[in-house]
């Protein structure tokens, strides 16, 4: 069975570490406790690393896999004495790779009730093997004359067509989330490179042509 590592880093909302989380981790697809990988961060809010079992690499590198999920998903929960306690679901792991999954934990109310119990962040679960085209023009309202790196971006929430949320967020921000759903950690650094800078002209394309 192939390997990865995860590393949790837990601090506060305000990004000061917490010393002596305790760490659970649990097998997304079985529920099952791994009471084995239970451990605690240090005083820089770090974990040790945890060793999990994961898909072997040749299935993120194989293009004509259609049928074998190449990572395996695993279930964290942070607790530590006057904090909510946290539950990040589906944490990927890779064979030979290390996931760093930071975690910030918020201070339990004084008037603690059952709405405050814990603090549930849903990982996305990917389906790579039922991806359904979606692919919609811009309207060209106008184009620009040059070709602009914008400090911004705006993104919909949602399919082009569904009433949806808009929200803006850091250009680089944004392209680190899309890259992070495109690729895998575990391909060539050539690879890696070319689809980033796919990633970025297809970006620059829509605001320069159509937005």
């Not at 060793?51 to 074998?68: G, H, K, S």
């Not at 909510?84 to 792991?93: F, H, K, P, S, Y």
């Not at 890779?94 to 603690?112: E, S």
């Amino acid at each position: 069975m192939a390997t990865g590592f995860l590393q949790v880093m837990v601090t506060t909302q305000t990004a000061i570490p917490l010393e002596n989380v305790k760490i659970t981790v649990i097998d997304s697809a079985s529920g099952k406790l791994l009471e084995d990988k239970t451990v605690y961060t240090d005083a820089s809010g770090q974990s040790p690393l945890i060793e999990l079992e994961t898909v072997d690499i040749q299935y993120t590198l194989d293009e004509n896999n259609t049928t074998v999920l190449p990572y395996k998903n695993y279930d964290i929960v942070t607790e530590k004495e006057y904090f909510i306690r946290g539950e990040n679901t589906a944490v990927q792991i890779y064979d030979g790779q290390t996931t760093v999954q930071t975690i910030g934990l918020m201070p339990r109310p004084t008037d603690f009730g059952n709405e405050f119990e814990r603090e549930r962040n849903r990982g996305r679960v990917q389906k790579l093997f039922d991806v359904q085209p979606n692919l919609q023009e811009g309207t060209n309202d106008y184009i620009l004359q040059r070709v602009v790196i914008p400090q911004t971006v705006t993104v919909h929430l949602g399919r082009p067509d569904a009433a949806r949320q808009n929200v803006t967020v850091p250009f680089r921000t944004y392209l680190k989330s899309v890259a992070a759903s495109e690729i895998y950690p575990t391909w060539p650094q050539q690879a890696l490179r070319a689809n980033i800078h796919c990633q970025i002209s297809f970006i620059l394309n829509r605001i320069y042509t159509e937005w």
